[in-house]
């Protein structure tokens, strides 16, 4: 059949002996020219923006840290402070804004330093490795206070103490039993964290307590825990818990200074509210 000798085969699969199609976007850019006009200019404003975010934050970093070298942290607020310091965890960043969603979720410095680390993580812009981080931090200022305690006599060092324990414990989300237990200097020997227990609740037994003080041949204690409801009042449970433990412990020589309630916004003492 002569008159079909130049017709095409439709029947062969497609693309076969024939130049592959172009993609219907590269037909479109070599048909339509208008296409670089549309696509460059977005590409290099794009471009511009990064440009320009990236000096105006670094810019930022070089203003700051010229005010804390100049001024110190008192011309800082708490959000520069937060700022200064995620700069080195987070180096290619604008921290201002994850520095104010911080302090906007915690409340203070001392909050998102107290905070744990799945709970750092729920803040956009903070991951493993910067709440680790932050952690860290706070592990090192906690350890700094308990240096300011060690090997002083402890009731001459009361603000430190008080430091230190607020550091350390008011910001726990459950009750932490803590007894600091001191030597006849009234200097400090060891300090152990003796329970952990739910949010209004933690199990105390006071021949525990007093063993655990012979066994250091230690001759006072004072009792901390925490309130993690935030309000440092004491409980009727706390009173009569400190009673049985100061008389479990005077028949032994040991004497009992303090019972401590550490609140997120400050403290209790017993001994100072003549409840002991």
Known sequence: MAGSRGRKDTTSPAGVGDEPAPPARDL????????????????TTTAKAIALEEKHYHG?????????????????ADYEIL???????????????VAKALLDRFGTLSGVFGATPALLQEVKGIGEAVALDLKLISAVAQRTLKSEIRN????????????????????EPREQFRILFLDKRNTLIADEVQGHGTVDHTPVYPRE???????????AIILVHNHPSGDPTPSRADIDMTKTIVETARPLGITVHDHIII?????????????M
């Open 28 to 43: 479109l850019y070599d048909t339509d020219e208008r296409g670089h006009f549309f696509e460059q200019p977005a590409r």
């Open 263 to 275: 609140g997120k916004d400050g403290h209790a003492s017993l001994k100072g509210l003549r409840l």
């Open 83 to 97: 700022e200064l310091l995620l700069f080195r965890l987070i180096p290619r960043r604008d921290t201002k804004p």
């Open 152 to 171: 002083k006599t402890v009731l001459a060092s009361w603000s430190s103490v008080i430091q230190y324990c607020h550091a350390a414990m008011a910001h």
């Open 209 to 219: 307590v007093v063993r655990r003080a012979l066994e250091l041949s230690s001759t």
């Open 60 to 76: 930022h970093r070089e203003r700051l840290r010229a005010r804390f070298s100049g001024s110190g942290d008192g011309a800082l």
